[in-house]
């Protein structure tokens, strides 16, 4: 059994909401700049993924703002576009039919830290009684739970950027496992000076100081990645529920899932991201051929990139299917990364086109990717490969395609502005 997406929600330093995000990508309009959040010009790397514009007030009662990291401020926001999105009416589900998976990478970074300053500064007493849980990694999944009184089997992900694809993965578990449905996905944010510190000890940001330029996966120049926040929440249905409750859309099926993890630094065997692709590709029931793009990892650091290359030629041969990096434009979200490539890619399945990469970014020839230019290509999409890693050896696949009835599937010209999609049969 697989599992419909009836709602999506993306919060991303491009776009603030599903169709804002998505137009901004086809336009190419990047979100990297230069950090403001705070004074970054004593770190070496100053550029990031910034959501900016965004008002927490306006969208959540003042109540949580006291208690809440803006990484699950982001998250309830997301949370609640993808639930309105699927348009889930009351009643349709009890409560204890309805669950939450979500990854989070990095916890509230920063509003522990400022807890910290108030302890190191004023004393135990000045510190909120909130940091007891707002730093949790699990914040998020229990404050999307409580918000919308979602009582069914939760859990929480951790496994740096592969955990938002894994988030998707034990979601759809989940559903098979007789909830019928689960708000799922994954949402970072960690651009506080100790966040960023601790992002900088990777030693793979970008140290580039031109934004068009900072950020190159695949690319000769390519020196790093540049971090970002946001990310992705999904509302995944079991598809006998949602046809029973009358979902008017159905955006695709998480068709496939695997995850691997890699062999020790200086092990002779290879790294576990092919075999997570392979493995993905089997549970899914698809060959390679089948598949119409790949959402890269994109690491933009020139060994993994050569890894991840060396994937993707292994399964498809050199050039052999379409990759997309629009990651490239935004920045890393970590957690949320996975989840904004399998809502890009299931809006490429809808719309019939393919992303672009950042407008400097050029593949290497010695990479054999066919990496989607700077401008978005026409295509026909029905079977998408979205790959995640994160440090220390996570990798993660997911493969989404379309519901062979929907309608949008097999028109690849379709109008991207009509606001309806297909319904469900």
Do not use: C
Not at 27 to 44: N, Q, V
Not at 150 to 179: F, I, K, M, W, Y
Not at 353 to 370: F, L
């Amino acid at each position: 059994m697989s599992a419909y997406v009836t709602g999506m929600g993306v919060l991303a330093p491009n776009g603030a909401g599903l169709e804002q995000f998505w137009q901004a990508t086809l336009d190419g309009r990047a979100g990297i700049r230069e950090l403001t959040r705070f004074d970054a010009s004593r770190y070496p790397s100053r550029l990031a993924g910034q959501v900016e514009g965004f008002d927490p007030a306006a969208h959540l009662p003042g109540r949580l703002l006291p208690q809440t990291d803006v990484s699950t401020r982001f998250a309830l926001v997301a949370a609640d576009w993808a639930l309105a999105d699927a348009k889930i009416e009351a009643g349709a589900f009890t409560d204890y039919e309805m669950g939450v998976v979500t990854s989070n990478a990095s916890g509230g970074f920063e509003f522990t830290h400022r807890e910290f300053h108030k302890l190191w500064s004023r004393g135990p007493r000045s510190v909120s009684v909130y940091e007891s849980f707002a730093w949790f990694y699990a914040v998020n999944t229990g404050q999307i739970s409580i918000r919308n009184e979602l009582r069914g089997p939760s859990s929480a992900l951790v496994a740096e950027q592969a955990g938002g694809l894994d988030a998707l993965g034990h979601a759809r578990r989940t559903v098979r496992a007789g909830t019928p449905v689960v708000v799922t996905g994954g949402v970072d944010s960690a651009l506080d000076p100790w966040g960023w510190v601790a992002q900088l000890a990777s030693g793979r940001v970008s140290r580039a100081t031109d934004p068009a330029r900072a950020y190159l996966p695949f690319d000769d120049s390519a020196r790093g990645y540049v971090p970002g926040e946001g990310g992705a929440i999904l509302v995944v249905e079991d598809p006998a529920a949602a046809r029973a409750r009358g979902a008017h859309r159905v955006y695709g099926e998480i068709a496939g899932y695997a995850s691997t993890f890699d062999p020790p630094p200086g092990s002779p065997r290879p790294p576990g991201l092919a075999r997570a692709a392979r493995l993905a590709l089997a549970d899914a029931g698809v060959q390679p051929g089948e598949v119409d793009v790949v959402f890269a990892d994109a690491a933009g650091v020139p060994e993994l990139d050569l890894a991840e290359a060396a994937a993707v030629t292994g399964l498809f041969g050199p050039h052999g299917v379409p990759v997309a990096a629009p990651k490239a434009l935004f920045g890393r979200l970590y957690s949320g990364g996975g989840p904004v490539d399998v809502a890009t890619a299931l809006l490429s399945i809808r719309d019939g086109v393919i992303p672009p990469t950042a407008a400097a970014a050029r593949a290497a020839e010695r990479y054999g990717v066919d990496l989607v230019g700077p401008a978005p290509r026409p295509a026909r999409v029905t079977t998408a490969l979205v790959l995640a890693r994160g440090k220390w050896g996570f990798n993660s696949a997911v493969v989404v395609r379309a519901v062979p009835t929907a309608p949008a599937t097999t028109a690849p010209t379709r109008d991207r502005t009509r606001p309806d999609q297909e319904e469900l049969t």
